[in-house]
């Protein structure tokens, strides 16, 4: 039996699969296969190392260039410490928005596209699906699928990451490279703290140091570059370490990440801090201890988005009738596509600023702008 689904019963379907990007998304993976299957529609699974989690991409309508890619990511955050007031794995409707996890980042926009496969049949040049998984730990899910489309599918015109930009045009947003840095010291009893190697006061040296980085680039960033935050960031998430209050540290690590705006080389910026390990820290850990040691590995990495004119953008200008183009300090996979070769450009409905909040929403008005947006363009790609 075919299933014929609105927008919001689609979202709603979506929304009710815990993909949650610590847990495996087979299972969305699974219905939205079987649904395309269903139209006709054949779809290319690729699937991670471990087999837990896959991308999936298909081709709606004629193996032709000039079409459009539609993408979107279908894992989303955690709601473990939030303060919901609805289950956020089921689709509620209240005073003219639609709660759930994901709701806005990004099922939404999947949500609205899957629904109007239907509409997709006289297509004369095609529209690319492009879902990923772990989009919301780094982007790791999309680049293996983006490498298989560079080869099997024929050059679309244009990449439409359906993040929620309110429907406005997004035409860039920062790199980031995730990191993790582990701080070894010497355990002593704390009241011989000249004999011990804080691993804990060493890492709090290492953050403080970032924080001053962070910083300088802040002041020395010039402002007017259309980022909020203007300025590459550098913020530390996570840290733990140590034992007791009466034992010194052995071992500490912290999470952190830097955020580039376009034109900042994040390597640099990581090159400066393991100098400052190198050549200041460490050395000074050593003399009481010679096995002490500093190490920070690369735990996730997405480059930034240029902004640039591009088909793209153009074609969504065209649709939507507005010039106005922003910025987002966020990262998306947008860059990768953009550095595959594929123009591209950012525009979906709902707002960044209900992302990643408890009860997170979508309103219903920007339900109906992103399918009205959607429509138009399937319109533009049958003619």
Not at 62 to 88: K, M, N, R, Y
Not at 169 to 189: F, M, N, W
Not at 235 to 250: E, F, K, L, P
Request: hydrophobic share 35%; glycine share 10%; with cysteine.
């Amino acid at each position: 039996m075919v299933l014929i689904m609105n927008s919001k019963q689609m979202i709603e379907q979506l929304v009710g699969f815990n993909t949650v990007s610590r847990d495996s998304n087979l299972s969305l993976i699974d219905f939205v296969q079987n649904y395309l299957d269903d139209y006709g529609v054949a779809s290319t699974r690729v699937v991670s190392d471990d087999g837990e989690k896959s991308n999936l991409y298909a081709t709606i309508g004629p193996l032709e260039e000039g079409g459009v890619v539609l993408s979107g990511h279908t894992d989303v955050v955690p709601v473990d410490g939030q303060d919901w007031h609805t289950d956020p794995f089921l689709l509620t409707e209240d005073n003219g928005r639609l709660y759930g996890r994901g709701t806005c980042d990004m099922k939404g926009f999947i949500g609205i596209a899957l629904s109007l496969v239907p509409q997709m049949r006289s297509l004369q040049r095609p529209i690319h699906l492009a879902l990923s998984y772990d989009e919301e730990v780094g982007c790791r899910g999309a680049p293996a699928m983006i490498e298989q489309m560079v080869t099997n599918i024929p050059s679309p015109q244009a990449v439409i990451v359906g993040e929620p930009t309110s429907m406005s045009a997004v035409t860039g947003h920062k790199g980031i490279v995730g990191l993790k840095t582990t701080v070894r010291g010497y355990e002593t009893h704390s009241s011989q703290t000249n004999r011990g190697v804080s691993a804990v006061m060493n890492a709090a040296r290492l953050v403080g140091y970032l924080s001053a980085m962070a910083e300088r680039l802040e002041r020395d960033t010039p402002s007017d570059n259309g980022f909020n935050p203007h300025h590459t960031s550098i913020h530390v998430g996570v840290i733990n370490g140590g034992t007791a209050m009466n034992i010194v540290s052995r071992h500490c690590e912290f999470v952190w990440d830097v955020r580039n705006i376009p034109g900042d080389d994040p390597d640099a910026l990581i090159g400066e801090f393991e100098k400052y390990c190198k050549e200041e820290v460490l050395p000074e850990m050593r003399q009481r201890w010679s096995e002490c040691f500093i190490q920070t590995d690369v735990i996730a990495r997405a480059p930034e988005f240029s902004p640039k004119e591009s088909a793209a953008l153009e074609l969504v200008q065209a649709i939507t009738g507005a010039q106005d183009t922003s910025r987002g300090a966020y990262v998306a996979e947008a860059g990768q596509f953009q550095a595959a070769g594929f123009p591209t450009v950012m525009c979906g409905p709902g707002s960044i600023d209900q992302a990643h909040q408890p009860d997170e929403f979508i309103s219903l008005e920007q339900v109906v702008q992103g399918e009205s947006f959607l429509r138009r363009l399937i319109q533009d790609l049958s003619t």
